[in-house]
């Protein structure tokens, strides 16, 4: 079954695009000043379309850092004042959808582990409802194409047409280098379901470590997808999630010069 939903290629919400959508930011803002100073050094290439952060962090168990919460908010609209960026971050229940719409974000992504959760989708959905926000959606924890697919039905079916699929990888089940694992053959399906759907890529949270998301970003443009959600730091020795997965904006740069992007399946 092929489902033609009413979502609008990535073109029609964001016209200045000309190149691969890229999204960067730190994992988690720490501060105004990490935020602001990352942003700007990102905002330097114009290759980064959308800054992300994370102001709500989902962590696995207790006690790790779990975000600096709404004043984090303010920081995007900082960022996006001074740099001209779009900002987006993760909502993960209504509370955040409704804060996040109110501080005039332009992108939300609902995480990994709420896509897991068609109540929690159904509850984002219904306060995205109406709006012209961009839904990006993380794929499930597990590799379950049709979980995924709903999610992107419930928020399309809320009126939503500006909606973006992420692949950031699966829980593992075997031994694998990466923290976790891509499966490229469920994207190919959730593209053969909804053919008219943007898929990206989060090589970030795929990878784990910076070593590899040279391999993953390449092979994610091979496939056709649509861009990148890279995750960012200006100095990912001291950040407070996922340190070994950043990159500087300098090296993110660099990596995006060693790419090559094909367009044919864009
Ligand atoms: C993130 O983007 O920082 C994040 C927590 O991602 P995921 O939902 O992919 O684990
Ligand atoms: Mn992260």
């Given at each position: 079954m092929t489902l033609k939903l009413e979502i609008n290629p990535i073109k029609e919400w964001l016209?200045?695009?000309?190149?691969p959508l890229l999204v960067s930011g730190?994992?988690?803002?720490?501060s105004e000043e990490q935020a602001l100073e990352t942003a700007k050094l990102l905002a330097q290439d114009k290759r980064v379309f959308i800054y992300r952060g994370g102001v709500w962090k989902p962590r696995t168990r207790p006690g790790s850092f779990e975000g600096v919460g709404s004043i984090g908010l303010k920081w995007l609209q900082t960022v996006k004042k001074e740099t001209g960026l779009p900002v987006g971050t993760e909502v993960a229940n209504a509370q955040h959808t409704e804060e996040a719409l109110n501080a005039g974000l332009d992108v939300l992504w609902i995480g990994a582990r709420s896509t897991a959760s068609p109540f929690v989708v159904q509850e984002i959905a219904d306060v995205v409802k109406g709006t012209d926000a961009v839904i990006m959606i993380k794929n499930p924890v597990n590799p379950d194409v049709q979980l995924w697919m709903g999610a992107v039905e419930r928020i399309n079916q809320a009126?939503?047409?500006?909606i973006v699929a992420i692949h950031r990888?699966?829980?593992?089940?075997r031994e694998t280098k990466y923290r976790n694992y891509p499966n490229w053959k469920t994207v190919i399906e959730l593209k053969r379901l909804l053919p008219n759907l943007p898929i990206i890529c989060d090589p970030s949270h795929i990878a784990g470590?910076?070593?590899y998301l040279y391999e993953i970003s390449q092979k994610a443009f091979d496939m056709g997808m649509e861009g990148l959600m890279i995750e960012s730091h200006r100095d990912p020795s001291c950040a407070m999630s996922d340190a070994a997965q950043q990159l500087t904006p300098a090296d993110l740069g660099k990596l995006l010069d060693k790419l090559v992007i094909r367009h044919e399946n864009a």
């Open positions: 016209p200045h695009i000309d190149n730190p994992c988690s803002l720490e009126g939503i047409k500006n990888g699966f829980t593992p089940f470590k910076r070593e």
